[in-house]
């Protein structure tokens, strides 16, 4: 009877050890695997044992669960870290590449003005010179050009942004329907009560893609699945029902796309900004604030700098004696200024209705019109109160301190998202060495178990072999 | 901490990935001499650069045009002095011919030399500097000066910027240097007058003109040191400028260029501390026990 129980133990201790062995190397061969998260055999003495007179005698042992190593604690930290560091370099990366409000070269916004007044400067002294006029007249229509550019630059990249966002909302949707799937694979593999490991280390690698992109927030439930919810409430994922995230032109911000959420059979619903974080939240930033900014402090100074020119140009008279003309041909307010301005067409074709004679009596030797336009250079524009250089200075100053605002938000960000990472690496990560070594001590074991099986084995010879 | 591959090997690539794009900026900077090349490198600096290079171009702008406000001025001190010469001319032989020793045909000879003076003034008065009359006020694109010396231009004073936003006159008014606007003599019809009182043989006549022209060298004289005021004036405010320009661009190149000797140091810095990643991260790769089983 003993004889035939150490026999059967030491099988199933056997299997113990092989599915030790089979788990190290199912951890080796995933070394590399994104998202895995190495798994343990929990080996326990089997009980009962066998009652022995007053004492008991051990059955082997048995392997009681395989389980994966993760730290809740630092798994819930992860969403937020991920989302804030993915939101932070997107909006970084998306200002990078701004070359417009370089202080030098890019659009050269501030060299076009330089010679506009340099221009003016020269044809003050030789207003009656027709070859002066016409290069006066083409530096105003490099500027009017630059102010174009520059604006261009920064509405291109807003339109980058938007085909980004695009992007962004297919992989959504397409992440959000895998978190679904998965979702339901895992409540069915839970529900029949085993632990579907590798299931949850697929899961966890789409939910971590999903939360960089959007930045919702993981809301686990007690069947085991995971929702994710969106900043302004509304859910993405739910249970194995996933949501679908889409694009919508948005007039009232001129024509850029707007995120929808569409759930099912429900109306579409059109989401504020505020409702994303994550890179797509960081690409929102970049578009409707930074850049927005930058674009309307443009539009608002080129609409004050042309509007404050004019009224100068108004008060001089031409060659023809003709007074009462515009310079530049701008809109009536400051939206979509920058893009707009052109010099006056008449202006173009004949250089000599310049008004640069302060009076028609001037005409053609007076500059005094054109010396006082000289003076707009330093003449505080009606929005900001301060010269145009002054006005465009501010602007770049602006604009680099969000760049550099979100360079340190950047840095900052990944280095939470980093070391947190880093942290779950270690808990969960597998380490070659740490796994070599339990899979020969798995080894090890199960050639003792076979060594137990071959002396059970002689036993029973011996046991036999009496006559 | 638990230390596994995958985490040596990320710490490989990041650390590797971080000092390759140090190695990157430093190299960036050294070769092109620039250290503020986007406004988030350095914002204050970006806005102080624009204010700095349009000072520098304002200076370098108004000096250019005083320097052709100078130039029109030397033509005109030049005319000017031509005239004065003539005037003198005049002078010498109205004294010469106001002497009773003189014939009546020596008074006529003088008549026609009268008149070539008289050509010679219209000619200096109607000179023309590149592609407008200098003397004509604001109506320069035609001879202020006609035939008979009348003038024709305007009272216009030209005016250039000599800082910005401060102008001064550019021009001499030539119907107060010439014509004796505001209470002066009419040179040009002193030289008639005189002229006529030659043809005549008139001695009293002769010698009333040398009243005349005496005041119009006075006249001439007086204009010339207001050319020459003017001019050096300008010099001044050139100098200035130039000044100015220098500073301006040195403080933008302060700002926005990188310092040669700090932006080389910095290349070999960023050079030595790739090789060092790489070197450890190299150096970890090998240590596993995989190699000692």
């Known amino acids: 009877m003993a004889l035939f129980s150490i026999l059967s133990n030491a099988a199933s201790s056997l299997s113990a050890h092989r599915a030790a062995s089979a788990t190290h190397s199912h951890n080796l061969e995933n070394v590399?695997?994104?998202?895995?998260?190495?798994?343990?055999?929990?080996?326990?003495?089997?009980?009962?044992?066998?009652?022995?007179?007053?004492?008991?005698?051990?059955?082997?042992?048995?392997?009681?669960?395989?389980?994966?190593?993760?730290?809740?604690?630092?798994?819930?930290?992860?969403?937020?870290?991920?989302?804030?560091?993915?939101?932070?370099?997107?909006?970084?990366?998306?200002?990078?590449?701004?070359?417009?409000?370089?202080?030098?070269?890019?659009?050269?916004?501030?060299?076009?003005?330089?010679?506009?007044?340099?221009?003016?400067?020269?044809?003050?002294?030789?207003?009656?010179?027709?070859?002066?006029?016409?290069?006066?007249?083409?530096?105003?229509?490099?500027?009017a050009l630059a102010f174009n550019r520059a604006q261009q630059s920064i509405d291109g990249a807003r339109d980058g942004l938007d085909s980004k966002l695009q992007a962004d909302a297919a992989r959504a949707t397409q992440l959000a329907r895998s978190l679904a799937d998965l979702n339901g694979q895992v409540r069915q593999e839970l529900?029949?009560?085993?632990?579907?490991?590798?299931?949850?280390?697929?899961?966890?690698?789409?939910?971590?893609?999903l939360v960089q992109l959007t930045g919702g927030s993981v809301v686990p439930s007690a069947d085991g699945t995971v929702s994710i919810v969106l900043q302004g409430g509304g859910a993405l994922v739910s249970g194995d029902r996933a949501a679908s995230m889409g694009t919508i032109a948005d007039p009232t911000n001129g024509g850029h796309l707007a995120l929808t959420l569409t759930t099912g059979s429900q109306p579409t619903v059109t989401m504020p900004s505020s409702a994303l974080g994550g890179s797509m939240g960081g690409t929102l930033d970049a578009r409707d604030g930074t850049l927005l900014k930058a674009e309307q402090a443009l539009d608002t100074a080129a609409y004050d700098w042309a509007t404050t020119v004019n009224t100068q140009h108004r008060a001089g008279y031409g060659l023809d004696g003709g007074t009462g003309r515009d310079l530049f041909t701008v809109g009536a307010t400051s939206a979509g200024a920058a893009s707009a301005l052109v010099v006056d067409p008449a202006m173009v074709a004949d250089p000599r209705l310049v008004g640069a004679a302060a009076s028609a009596g001037g005409v053609p030797g007076d500059a005094s019109n054109l010396q006082a336009l000289i003076g707009t250079e330093s003449r505080a524009l009606a929005s900001s109160g301060t010269s145009v250089f002054d006005t465009i200075a501010n602007a770049i100053a602006n604009f680099g301190a969000e760049v550099q605002g979100a360079r340190t938000a950047a840095t900052r960000d990944g280095a939470v998202a980093d070391q947190l990472t880093t942290l779950r690496e270690s808990v969960s990560g597998v380490s070659i060495d740490e796994e070599l070594v339990a899979l020969t001590q798995a080894q090890r074991g199960y050639e003792a178990v076979m060594k137990v099986i071959t002396t059970a084995d002689e036993m029973f010879d011996t046991l036999l072999k009496l006559r | 901490m638990r230390v596994t591959d995958r985490l040596h090997y990320?710490?490989?690539?990041?650390?590797?990935?971080?000092?390759?794009?140090?190695?990157?900026?430093?190299?960036?900077?050294?070769?092109?001499?620039?250290?503020?090349?986007?406004?988030?490198?350095?914002?204050?600096?970006?806005?102080?650069?624009?204010?700095?290079?349009?000072?520098?171009?304002?200076?370098?702008?108004?000096?250019?045009?005083?320097?052709?406000?100078?130039?029109?001025?030397?033509?005109?001190?030049?005319?000017?002095?031509?005239v004065g010469n003539v005037l003198s001319r005049a002078r010498e032989l109205t004294v010469q011919m106001a002497n009773g020793n003189y014939t009546a045909v020596d008074r006529a000879n003088a008549a026609k030399e009268v008149q070539g003076l008289f050509q010679e003034a219209l000619g200096l008065m109607n000179t023309k500097a590149g592609h407008r009359y200098l003397f004509g006020g604001f109506q320069d694109q035609a001879p202020p000066y006609d035939a008979t010396g009348s003038y024709v231009g305007d009272t216009g004073v030209r005016q250039v910027e000599v800082a910005p936003g401060k102008l001064v006159d550019a021009s001499i008014r030539s119907d107060v240097a010439l014509k004796g606007v505001g209470g002066g003599t009419d040179v040009f019809a002193t030289l008639t007058a005189l002229n006529t009182a030659l043809a005549?043989?008139?001695?009293?006549?002769?010698?009333?003109?040398?009243?005349?022209?005496?005041?119009?060298?006075?006249?001439?004289?007086?204009?010339?040191?207001?050319?020459?005021?003017?001019?050096?004036?300008?010099?001044?405010?050139?100098?200035?400028?130039?000044?100015?320009?220098?500073?301006?661009?040195?403080?933008?190149?302060?700002?926005?260029?990188a310092d040669a000797i700090e932006a080389n140091t910095r290349l070999a810095q960023a050079t030595q501390a790739l090789d060092a990643a790489l070197t450890a991260s190299a150096r970890t790769f090998g240590l596993t026990l995989l190699d000692k089983l």
């Open chain 2, 10 to 82: 990320e710490s490989a690539a990041k650390n590797g990935a971080a000092a390759r794009s140090r190695l990157q900026e430093a190299a960036q900077e050294a070769a092109s001499g620039i250290r503020v090349s986007h406004p988030g490198d350095d914002p204050h600096a970006a806005a102080q650069i624009v204010r700095h290079a349009a000072n520098a171009q304002r200076a370098g702008d108004i000096a250019r045009q005083l320097g052709v406000a100078t130039d029109e001025l030397q033509a005109a001190d030049g005319a000017l002095e031509g």
């Open chain 1, 191 to 209: 529900a029949a009560g085993s632990s579907p490991n590798d299931l949850l280390d697929a899961r966890q690698k789409v939910q971590d893609e």
């Open chain 1, 32 to 143: 590399n695997t994104p998202g895995y998260a190495r798994q343990r055999v929990n080996l326990a003495a089997t009980t009962p044992a066998e009652r022995w007179g007053n004492d008991f005698l051990g059955r082997g042992v048995s392997a009681q669960s395989i389980t994966q190593a993760r730290d809740p604690f630092i798994e819930s930290q992860l969403p937020k870290a991920l989302s804030a560091q993915a939101r932070s370099s997107s909006h970084a990366n998306a200002l990078e590449g701004i070359t417009g409000l370089d202080p030098a070269g890019g659009a050269g916004l501030t060299e076009a003005l330089q010679s506009f007044y340099a221009g003016a400067r020269a044809l003050a002294q030789a207003p009656s010179d027709p070859g002066s006029r016409a290069a006066f007249v083409a530096n105003a229509k490099d500027a």
């Open chain 2, 200 to 257: 005549a043989n008139d001695v009293a006549g002769v010698q009333n003109a040398l009243t005349g022209l005496d005041a119009g060298i006075q006249q001439v004289a007086s204009a010339r040191s207001q050319a020459g005021s003017s001019m050096s004036a300008f010099d001044v405010a050139t100098y200035a400028l130039q000044a100015l320009k220098t500073e301006a661009l040195g403080a933008q190149a302060h700002l926005q260029e």
